[in-house]
């Protein structure tokens, strides 16, 4: 898949990278976030391209936290060393929606008016409607399987 942008970030130590590709600029992806608790309590805010794709890379599977809640039918993906949360992934699926905080190019992304939705109401199957319709393909989601060796402070 070659597409016109690549919207490259991770979480703060680079664990958990993330890369979403899309023919849209970041104007035309929008911003995006919800009033549930968690979005809340992180401060989301999302994109996704359904006719994009994202890669999503991790160097140590041991310092991943998927983190399900609600209808339990997405991982939330955290950084355990660092804290921070990159991306939603429905691995039954293969899609996510990327948390726009972690990308590089943050800024134009927050220069976008941010729409707000409030999901409670939404039956499961609707939800899951939902995600299929403008979630991001995965494709691919690439775990290290040994882990890299510390490297020293300076």
Same mark, same amino acid.
């Given at each position: 898949? !070659? ?6 970030? !991770?979480?703060?130590?680079? $664990? +958990?990278? +993330? &890369? ?5 600029? =970041? ?12 979005? $809340? ?6 994109? !996704? ?25 997405? %991982?939330?993906?955290?950084?355990? =060393? ?16 990327? $948390? ?11 220069? $976008? ?6 999901? %409670?109401?939404?039956?499961?199957? &609707? ?5 299929? =319709? ?8 690439? +775990? =290290?399987?040994?882990?890299?060796? &510390?490297?020293? !402070?300076?």
């Amino acid at each position: 898949m !070659s597409l016109a942008y690549v919207y490259a970030g !991770s979480c703060h130590c680079r $664990n +958990i990278a +993330i &890369q979403l590709e899309s023919d849209k600029t =970041a104007r035309e992806l929008g911003l995006r976030t919800d009033t549930c608790s968690f979005c $809340n309590k992180h401060h989301a805010l999302y994109t !996704s391209d359904p006719e994009g794709g994202v890669r999503i890379t991790v160097r140590e599977a041991d310092l991943v936290m998927r983190y399900r809640f609600g209808t339990k039918t997405a %991982d939330f993906l955290l950084c355990k =060393a660092c804290g921070v949360f990159v991306a939603a992934h429905m691995p039954e699926s293969a899609l996510a929606v990327i $948390n726009v905080n972690v990308l590089e190019a943050r800024a134009a992304f927050l220069a $976008n008016e941010l729409h707000v939705v409030d999901l %409670d109401a939404e039956t499961l199957e &609707q939800r899951l409607a939902r995600r299929q =319709a403008r979630w991001t393909p995965v494709i691919s989601f690439d +775990i =290290a399987t040994a882990p890299t060796p &510390q490297r020293p !402070s300076t």
